[in-house]
């Protein structure tokens, strides 16, 4: 071999492993993963026995934003699937609840209900679902658009709003309908489900995953970071004396929803990510020479917070066996995707309270507000202040809807009367601040509980009047928990961005989930979401 042959080959071997190594210019699919109701704390409190290829797996080799909260007031799941994937809040994508009053409506609106769409597969009563009632673009929208619709999005979820809302208005979505056990859609999306969804359907999953006994992965006595087994603070599945382990989930099905019961079960994490597979292999997601997207949402553990509280056991066992679907998750990402050619982040739609009567036994301030009192407080108040008549419209979400043809009638200022009903409130115990509709309307909260509020509130959708609880306060029973207040216990959630282009670290810097979509959008090189206000994470964007 000549010596300029052999130079030539010695410049090749040596930059060989060099374009070997270089990443690619777009990732083949972002996973997007909501856990719903997942505090921050979750991901240490439990750490000592996740697996390395899980939760631990993100953290370490992914970027972490420790102190990630929401940024407005309420924390539930239909803004928090909304706000995370628009990058603004429910002042500005209008979805301000999982259900609220509408006044011409005279009653309730769910957040992803559409009367003009109809049921594909499952059952009727569960069709009706679109994201119309969602007033701004997703990043998932934003990346269909920037391929002309060549890239891929599919929403995967328990809950029609963890799947539909996600997947924006030009996305696919699934959902399980309990009534049937099908994984199913609407007219919004298909006339008749892709065979890929009827396969699936047709192994009965869930009847399988329902046949087993829900006992805890590990020795019940090694669960040390919650509390006793069988206490009064937990909720009861019909059909058991005691909130105790084992869970014979045959016996249970009559009493809890059936089909229906999987939901409140780790088997429902399961379930749902043996669909999104299905999924991924049924689009081909990640394998088509463009950038798709999977949102991925797990709505089980919100079924066992709510039912159990944060300090259960059976909130210990669900995150463990999570963190094990984690890694399956991973794994089979590496081996279809390509491991570093694929982009992943993890978040919570809010995070939960702890159980208030427990917080009582240990002496902290706590309670349950009794909305029904106060809701009869409240309009004995008026007839005897403003006369005859029916004044209130309306009490929920933390909000009172005033009659607002019959104030005119009367000849009253509304403003007046607002402030009015707003010092009254604050009699109740429970209650720690109320904020006038003309408050939220005239008034620019740059800070605090009112500035949290005012990202929540819509000028045509809120009510005349708004409650702020006080900590540790919460709108339920004696057992079990929940959430939707503004307070880190509802508000910290994870951020963990992971795979391609994703430096390794963390930082403990503020951030909002309102920051994920424009991240996602700096690094794709698409367009913002088109209400989006937050602000992309430069630790992760400006890396070099």
Known sequence: MKKSGILLFILLMSIGPIIAQEKPDKPKLVVGIIVDQMRQEYLYRFADRYKDGGFKRLMKDGFMMKNGHYNYVPTYT????????????????????????????????????????????????SGKISPRNMLTTTITDELRYSTNKRSKVVGVAIKDRGASLPAGHTGD????????????????????????????????????????????????????????????????????????????????????????????????????????????EGENLGNRGETDFLALSFSSPDYIGHRFGPASKEVEDNYLRLDL??????????????????????????????????????????????????????????????????????????????????????????????????????????????????????????????????????HKASGDILLVLEPGWLTGGARGTSHGTSYSYDTNVPMVFYGWNVPAGESSRYATITDIAPTLSMMLNIKLPNGATGQPIIEITDHK
């Not at 004396?241 to 059936?258: I, K, M, S, V």
């Open 78 to 125: 239909g803004p928090g699937h909304t706000s995370v994937y628009t990058g603004t809040t429910p002042a500005t994508h209008g979805i301000i609840s999982n259900s609220w009053y509408v006044r011409s409506l005279g009653g309730s609106l769910y957040c992803a209900e559409d009367s003009t769409v109809s049921a594909v597969g499952g059952s009727a009563s």
């Open 173 to 280: 979505a699934y959902w399980f309908d309990s009534a049937t056990g099908e994984f199913m859609t609407s007219t919004y999306y298909y006339e008749t489900l892709p065979a890929w969804v009827k396969e699936f359907n047709e192994k009965k999953v869930v009847e399988e995953y329902l046949s087993q006994t829900w006992n805890t992965l590990y020795p019940i006595e090694t669960y040390v970071q919650s509390i006793e087994d069988n206490n009064e603070f937990e909720g009861i599945f019909a059909g058991k004396e005691t909130p105790t382990f084992p869970y014979e989930l045959p016996a249970l099905r009559e009493g809890n929803g059936d089909l229906g019961l999987i939901a409140s079960t780790p088997f429902g994490n399961s379930m749902t990510l043996d669909f999104a597979i299905a999924a991924i």
């Open 325 to 458: 679907e984690f890694e399956r998750l991973l794994n089979y990402l590496d081996e279809q995707i390509g491991e570093g050619e694929y982009l992943v982040f993890l978040t919570a739609d809010h995070a939960v309270a702890e159980v208030a009567t427990h917080m009582i036994s240990e002496n902290i301030p706590a309670g349950n507000l009794n909305n029904s009192y106060i809701n009869a407080q409240l309009k004995g108040y008026t007839q005897v202040t403003y006369g005859e008549g029916d004044w209130i419209e309306n009490m929920s979400n933390e909000q009172v809807f005033l009659n607002h043809k019959l104030i005119r009638e009367k000849g009253l200022n509304l403003r007046d009367m607002q402030e009015d009903l707003a010092n009254f409130l604050l009699r109740f115990n429970g209650i720690k601040e109320v904020y006038t509709a003309y408050a939220m309307k005239n008034t620019e909260f740059t800070q605090g509980r009112a500035a949290k509020l005012q990202m929540g509130f819509n």
